[in-house]
């Protein structure tokens, strides 16, 4: 079998697969996860910032990545010990570029899949890297974008009517798939293309941005959060705010500093801090430096 | 698979496709209702349940489970067939116990001296509806011409010469079947993109600039022959071409209809000949550039100078510093060369990587040269380091940190072969510029914004 390519997806469109999909060849089997963009990921390529690190075993090392609008886990167990050493050695707020099989698990009565990385390679890399991965990704996901848009269009599109559009057959393929498997009214584009226009703020020259009026973006809430919860974010929210001296982002060790000044428990505030990440409620300007969009 | 989780590798889904080549499958419900001797509904269904329970569900290699199915149904497993059918346009090198059934398009024949004994070979073309094919023959039942439908059981596929042949032996089975069994394939020829030309195409039209042309001889079946060989393009890329006994004019824009697609040396060519309708284009120029291509498109297929660009997603093995002989330029592990003795050991470098661009990947191997500017080091850089930490392989380990998700821009031929992949021995190699990727950027995001 041909070398499964190592897709670029935002964390945030892999996170938002319902579909796993299993392809038996010469009796062995690959697993699939179709992302609602119709992306068939098997192998991906994600480069992102090292937001935690938490050692679950003595053998398996779980690292969360941060990247544009969402953030992922890598999971490096016993059966991955090179990735395991080299992560262990990085330092939160580091670079990171990983290859890896995507992993899926889903908790019991959930319709979600709890996605992870098993990593196959992994490196430090630079803000270049980072950059490129910001661009690549985002140029691919604009790719699948139009594609199903072209679909979401067409009256009755099929997979040969979508490549006489200049589609690539794997694209038509996937797109039709998707559009079969969550069905129109579950691909909401929108959200991606948001996700799109997000990730290359981090990217474009400062003056080449665009000043847009403010559209209310309707973010769903993923699960309630208990006013406890809300509490939390504000404060957070204000502690990247005052720590943003000269405009250019809140050094992530000041933020740190501050929130423990004032009693937040580490373990609240990384969760809390990721999920603000996440929803795409703060971003990261540079390396190590946040900022509340 | 979670294997290696703490958490139960359990998936359990709301929704898991067993994605399945239908085609594929009914011809092994067939194969095993042949073996049975049974064709009736019930089994029929009873054959696939199981079958698809044994393929799909317990993951059993095909082959397996058909002997699985015909033991449980108390028939004989030995009457299953052992042969796959395949169309033309399937075939690759390297497939075995094969069955074809096409139309013999040419047939030709040479007295040939084989083991003490003169026999006669056939060679020809073989053609189906979805391509053709170069056979080659050392048995045909008696009668056998052009036009004819054949079936050939057990037959195998090999490259030689350049071309793809497939190839009926001694323990081929060739049968002659109705010429009507297999449609009278007369289609308009289809126009094609060059990037879009796969290998087993035929009938195809292509419109391209010539754009180099070299003149060689044959004999073909006792018969002087002149073929024209070179490369030809148009917009989307470059592909190999040979006309047979025509001319064709370099610099030009010919239009090409009746041409087919084989592998020459593992890259795609078109080849042509006088029956084809070419019709030159006097007033249309090709303006031929370098585009960035998909690696997608080159799968199964392979590329004529190329460019594509993605990401080193793997450092392998058997990079670094190569430690030879000096005498014989041998591979050495230590300072001992089995001919020459105890040596003073010479050295290269080479990067051994796999380059992804997120459509596809291609495994490249890049010479001293390459492997210099890729790493910013020098040959004499890498020795010394490696000397002073008295470890050869540190080289390879220097490598892989700084070239691992790097992105390159790689130019040359991409070959393709059905065992390892794509394989490109670059021309050139650079890596992604950043005012270039700045660039870029913009026009995205104006795309996007607007």
């Known amino acids: 079998m041909i070398r499964q390519p190592a897709i670029r997806v935002f964390p945030y469109e892999l996170n938002r697969s319902k579909v796993l999909i299993k392809k038996t060849k010469d009796g062995r089997t690959y697993n699939f996860l179709l992302t609602p963009l119709g992306a068939l990921v098997n192998r991906v390529f994600m480069v992102g910032t090292i937001f935690s690190k938490e050692e679950i075993t003595d053998d398996l090392l779980k690292v969360q990545i941060s990247n ?22 990085y330092e939160e707020g ?25 990593p196959e390679e992994v490196n430090k890399v630079t803000n270049r890297e980072m950059v490129y991965w910001i661009y690549d990704t985002s140029r691919k996901t604009l ?118 000044d004032m009693g937040i428990p580490k373990e609240d505030f990384n969760r809390v801090f990721g999920e603000l990440l996440y929803n795409g409620a703060i971003f990261e300007v540079r390396d190590g430096r946040y900022k509340v969009t | 698979m979670p294997g290696e989780d703490s958490q139960p590798s359990q998936i359990d889904t709301t929704e898991v496709i067993i994605m399945i080549d239908e085609k594929e499958f009914q011809e092994h419900v067939e194969d ?57 346009a399937d075939l690759r ?25 003169v026999g006669k070979r056939y060679y020809g073309v073989l053609g189906d509806e979805t391509g053709v094919i170069f056979f080659n023959a050392w048995y045909l039942p008696e009668g056998i011409e052009k036009g004819d439908v054949i079936r050939i059981d057990r037959a195998y596929v090999k490259e030689f010469a350049g071309r793809v042949q497939l ?67 148009d917009e989307s890329g470059k592909i190999l071409y040979t006309s047979w006994n025509y001319e064709p004019p370099v610099g030009k824009v010919l239009r090409i209809r009746g041409a087919y697609v084989n592998t020459f040396r593992r890259l795609p060519q078109v080849v042509f000949d006088e029956r084809a309708e070419i019709e030159v284009l006097p007033d249309e120029d090709m303006e031929i550039k370098d585009r960035t291509v998909d690696i997608y498109y080159l799968l199964n297929r392979g590329g004529v100078d190329v460019k594509v660009e993605g990401v080193i997603v793997d450092v392998r093995e058997g990079s670094g510093l190569v430690a030879q002989c000096p005498k014989c330029g041998e591979r050495l ?87 390892y992949g794509l394989l490109m021995l670059p021309k050139e190699v650079k890596s992604v510029e950043d005012s270039d990727v700045r660039e870029r950027v913009m026009e995205l995001y104006k795309e996007v914004v607007e």
Do not use: W
Not at chain 2, 37 to 49: A, L, P, Q, Y
Not at chain 2, 57 to 72: G, H, I, P, T, Y
């Open chain 1, 68 to 89: 544009p609008g969402s953030s992922f886990y890598i999971k490096a167990g016993k059966f991955t010990p090179g990735p395991r050493e080299k992560l262990r050695k």
């Open chain 1, 94 to 118: 580091d670079f990171v570029a990983v290859v890896g099989k995507i992993s899926v698990f889903q908790p019991e009565g959930s319709n979600r899949f709890l996605v992870s990385i098993t």
């Open chain 1, 143 to 260: 790719m699948r974008i139009r594609a199903m848009r072209a679909a979401l269009d067409a009256d009755n599109p099929t997979v040969d009517s979508l490549m006489e559009m200049g589609f690539p057959r794997y694209l038509a393929e996937g797109v039709m798939l998707a559009l079969e498997k969550y069905g129109k009214d579950e691909i909401r584009i929108e959200r991606f293309m948001d996700i799109v226009e997000k990730a290359l703020m981090y990217i474009v020259p400062q003056e080449a941005l665009v000043e847009k009026e403010e559209v209310s973006e309707e973010v769903p809430a993923e699960g309630v959060s208990t006013a406890e919860e809300e509490d939390l974010e504000s404060k957070i929210l204000a502690i990247i705010q005052s720590c943003d001296h000269e405009g250019d982002g809140a050094r992530y060790e000041d933020i740190v500093s501050v929130a423990e």
């Open chain 2, 32 to 88: 095993v209702l042949n073996a049975l001797g049974k064709h009736d509904e019930d089994t029929r269904r009873v054959v696939e349940d199981m079958l698809r329970k044994y393929i799909f569900k317990l993951f059993m290699a095909e082959k397996d489970a058909k002997v699985r199915v015909v033991e449980s149904l108390g028939g004989d497993p030995s009457k299953l067939s052992s042969t796959i059918q395949k169309k033309i």
């Open chain 2, 93 to 117: 090198p390297g497939q075995k116990m094969l069955t074809v059934i096409g139309r013999i398009l040419s047939i030709y024949s040479k007295e040939v001296e084989r083991e003490g004994r």
């Open chain 2, 167 to 233: 190839y009926i032996g001694n323990n081929s089975i060739v049968t002659k079947l109705p010429k009507d069994y297999i449609p009278m394939v007369k289609m308009e020829s289809k126009y094609h993109r060059i990037i879009d030309l796969r290998p087993g195409m035929r009938n195809v039209e292509v419109v391209a600039k010539i754009l180099d042309a070299e003149k060689k001889n044959y004999i073909v079946g006792g018969e002087e022959k002149t073929a024209y060989s070179g490369i030809m393009a």
């Open chain 2, 333 to 419: 592990d230590g300072n001992y060369c089995s001919q020459h003795g105890f040596v003073e050991v010479q050295y290269e470098l080479r990067i051994k990587t796999v380059v992804d661009d997120g459509t596809g990947a291609v495994f490249v191997i890049l010479n001293q040269e390459q492997s210099e500017k890729l790493l910013g080091m020098t040959l004499d850089e890498c020795i010394k380091i490696a000397k002073e930490s008295m470890n050869v392989g540190v080289i390879e380990k220097i490598a892989r940190d700084k070239l691992f998700g790097l992105p390159v821009i790689l130019k040359g031929n991409v070959l393709s072969s059905d065992k």
